[in-house]
């Protein structure tokens, strides 16, 4: 497909769990966002990787929360030990290298923490 | 910091009439500015942008938006509004930095009445 791609769409996971949030951006783009949009709010920036490097990770809210692209192109969002309060549906986000280029973003992994 | 505000949660407007989704911001430097909008369970699409230029900024789906510096203001518009032009919008500022970081608005909800 031509855009950003999420997986899985829905997860419910029981507090203390770890779960895996995965995206494939568009073939070729450099940059990777990931945002956090809880109910109700605008997205809030979590962490953001050029290639395979994480260049700004002063979103994550805590450290229970990793992101990794280890070769460029598919990433993955970790939490560990999740809490309620992880709720949320979490997007991601790829543009190219090019300045004030947009961000194309996925239909999201909305998380649900019981 | 870089900042966004959306001062309405809802707008509601009728068929056929003009619409008008309101965003101020507030930035150090020049501002980089962007609309996006957000169908249910779907991320965001890019409507539009500002960066430098021409004040009225014409966008896709017959969206424009128009800079106004001395209001700090980037107020989003479309002449005669559709009902399927309900959906969410977001206002967001490039952050500081050399890369696309975007800080969002809240979000208003728009309704269009047929």
């Known amino acids: 497909g031509a855009g950003v791609s999420q997986s899985p769409r829905y997860k419910v996971a029981k507090r203390g769990q770890d779960v895996a949030l995965r995206c494939d951006p568009i073939?070729?783009?450099?940059?990777l966002f990931w945002y956090q949009q809880a109910l109700g709010q605008g997205p809030e920036f979590l962490t953001y990787?050029?290639?395979?490097?994480?260049?700004?990770k002063s979103g994550l809210p805590s450290d229970r929360f990793f992101a990794e692209r280890p070769e460029g192109s598919v990433s993955t969002l970790k939490i560990q030990r999740t809490q309620q309060e992880d709720s949320a549906v979490y997007l991601c986000?790829?543009?190219?290298?090019?300045?004030?280029?947009?961000?194309?973003f996925g239909n999201g992994t909305r998380l649900t923490v019981t | 910091a870089q900042s966004v505000a959306q001062p309405e949660d809802q707008v509601n407007v009728a068929e056929g009439n003009p619409l008008t989704v309101k965003c101020t911001y507030s930035v150090s430097g020049n501002p980089y500015l962007f609309w996006y909008v957000q169908y249910p369970n779907r991320g965001l699409q890019f409507l539009l942008k500002y960066i430098t230029g021409d004040n009225l900024v014409k966008g896709s789906y017959g969206f424009e938006a128009e800079f106004n510096k001395s209001q700090t203001s980037f107020h989003l518009k479309k002449p005669s509004a559709l009902v399927s032009d309900s959906a969410l919008y977001f206002c967001?500022?490039?952050?500081?930095?050399?890369?696309?970081?975007?800080?969002f608005g809240a979000g208003t909800r728009l309704a269009v009445h047929p």
């Open positions: 990787f050029q290639n395979e490097a994480q260049l700004d």
């Open positions: 073939s070729g783009h450099v940059s």
């Open positions: 967001a500022v490039r952050d500081r930095g050399g890369y696309n970081k975007l800080i």
């Open positions: 986000a790829s543009s190219t290298d090019r300045g004030n280029s947009p961000l194309h």
